[in-house]
């Protein structure tokens, strides 16, 4: 016999929870239609040129926000996508922004010949600091290096590279509108967060001064704090957190932050414990779905390692722990893998028992109410 189906004949059934991003709207299991609707409306219908952040803590949804957009609105408009995160994986450097723009310009059927002309000086410019979009953020630090590119014998031809691309995108933006018969021109930016934060904000830097063009509208999926350590890292730990807010307002016109608080759970949970053949009665959805709020969170990526690693426990306990009644032994597991996920040290303890001074010191620092909601809510088990 073979096992979980191999050497039986039989296909095994699929197993783990891949962490993929949603592709349309209709694949949404948290019921963030109204906010996809609300965003799509506004892109479609707002003055250009328009940068909108979609603001979030790593896997909390920003990809999955971003495609739903994109199906929702892509027969009236031509998107663009860039994924920073790849490009990154290959130590450009100061080419990424290079890079960026070569993609896009390509997309739009741009002349590529422009790049190399004006490569150079992005590179210079990158290399002192884009002046025009963080002059007012930087104070003196910044003032002095404005003062270096100004007295150098290229800062005019960085000024005239900077308007021709500029001139060249518009350009490029405007021909491939007339040709396509679209709105507008769309460019997602993917995984802004994931670049060493001091290239994500270089790379902010210059979406606002080269490509800030009409009928263009920029969304990126970024993360404040990552903005915000980047900003530091590039002009010093005297930026403090006002002049780095007032550096990311100036770029991003539309903050939007992930609604992640308001996700409704249950259609998710419900088909993943489906998947899993976990009894779906209301009052077992109920108890996973409180149970859940009470440990990890809403976050999409932690339930899906939340379920991956119940999934697991799962196949091996049930050939083990026989001596109760499979419902309750599959809602004891969820409960213990919640709690070893969120309160790792009190899991540790009751899984242990070792009540040395160490132990119970640790305990100490656990959040108490937490736990005490987290009880609470195993009341039906």
Known sequence: MGFFGFGNGKPAEPTGCPDVPV????????????YINGLSSFILSCDTPMTISIQGDWGSGKTSMMNMIDANIKTLV????????QFSQFSLGNSLAISMMEVLLQRLDGDPDILSKIAGGIKGLAKNAILTATEVTAGSRLA?????????????SYVSEILALKEQFQKAVNAKLEETQKQRIVVFVDDLDRLHPSKAVELLEVLKLFLDCENCVFILA?????????IKQ????????????????????????????????????RSMMDR?????????????????????????????RLFNTYQLLNIITQSVVQHIPDKLRQRILFATVCLQMSYDTLYNYLAVGNVSIDNLRALDSIDSHAVKQFVENQGEI
């Open 222 to 230: 970024v993360d404040y704090e990552v903005v915000t350590l980047g």
């Open 23 to 34: 592709a349309d709207i209709k694949d949404d299991r948290f019921n963030v239609g109204q």
């Open 78 to 85: 031509l998107p663009i996508w860039f994924n920073t995160w």
């Open 276 to 304: 899993l053949k976990v009894d779906t009665d209301e009052a077992n959805v109920a108890l996973f779905v409180s149970l859940i709020k009470a440990s990890i969170g809403l976050n999409p990526r932690s339930m899906k």
């Open 144 to 156: 002095s290096k404005v003062e270096q590119v100004a007295d150098s014998a290229t800062a005019t």
């Open 234 to 269: 590039k002009y010093g730990s005297d930026v403090d957190a006002q002049k780095g807010r007032s550096f990311f307002d100036k770029i991003i016109q539309l903050p939007f932050k992930m609604p992640v608080a308001q996700y409704d759970i249950a259609v998710y949970v």
